[in-house]
Structure formats: C-alpha cells, structure tokens
C-alpha cells in the first residue's frame, strides 16, 4: 500500500513561486510513475507533469509547459513540484498521485492512477 502527502501550497500573487512537495510511504512498488494534478472548482481533475521512477522521462501539460517542473528523489520518497510565474488559471487544488505502468501514452489521465494524496490548496491572485 501507499500513502502520500502533500505540503507547499499557499497563496501566491502571479508571477510568483511554489514549491510542492508529495512524500511517499509504505511500498514503493506501485511508484513508477507519480505526478501531479489538479482541480479547479467547477473542473475535471487534469494531468499536470509525470516522472518515471528514475527521473528519466517527464512530461507536462501544455499549459504549465515552461514553467512548472517536476523532480525526484528516491532517496527521501519525494516527489516535488516547482512552479514559477504563476498565473490566476493556476487555481486549484493540487494532488499527488503514483501508479505502477510504465506506460506514457495515458500518463496524464487521473483515473489511470491508483493510489492520491488528500490534496493542497494553490491560490494565485492577480
């Protein structure tokens, strides 16, 4: 089983940084893929960047392309999420989430995943 927990969001004007941090415990069996998504209110959850278990292959939602960048240290079972130059669209609530595929064609879609963290707030004003 896997647990994951989410820390770093907050309130930020645009243009600003955050860094998300997803913390994994129990097995680490089913984390060979993890990621990020979000929520806006009134939205379908959406893919926001992938990394593969040995942080060779990522890949990001058009929309954060540029300026969100997702990273990994197996060392401590965490998975972050830097994001620069903010924008209001950013809005949502950010989940962590792993899977044990390997496969990238659907790595962005949510309900190939398994295993989700409650979530953290992201607020970007303008």
């Known amino acids: 089983q896997v647990q994951l927990v989410e820390s770093g969001g907050g309130s930020v004007q645009a243009g600003g940084s955050l860094t998300l941090s997803c913390v994994v415990s129990g097995s680490t069996a089913d984390t060979n893929l993890m990621g990020w998504f979000r929520q806006a209110s009134g939205k379908e959850r959406e893919g926001v960047a992938i990394?593969?278990?040995?942080?060779?292959?990522?890949i990001y939602a058009d929309s954060v392309k540029g300026r969100f960048t997702i990273s990994r240290d197996n060392a401590k079972r965490t998975v972050y999420l830097q994001m620069n130059s903010l924008k209001p669209d950013d809005t949502a609530i950010y989940y962590c989430?792993?899977?044990?595929?390997?496969?990238?064609?659907?790595?962005?879609?949510?309900?190939?995943?398994?295993?989700w963290g409650q979530g953290t707030q992201v607020t970007v004003s303008s």
């Open positions: 990394i593969s278990r040995n942080s060779g292959n990522t």
């Open positions: 989430a792993a899977r044990s595929g390997y496969s990238w064609y659907n790595a962005l879609t949510p309900d190939k995943y398994a295993y």
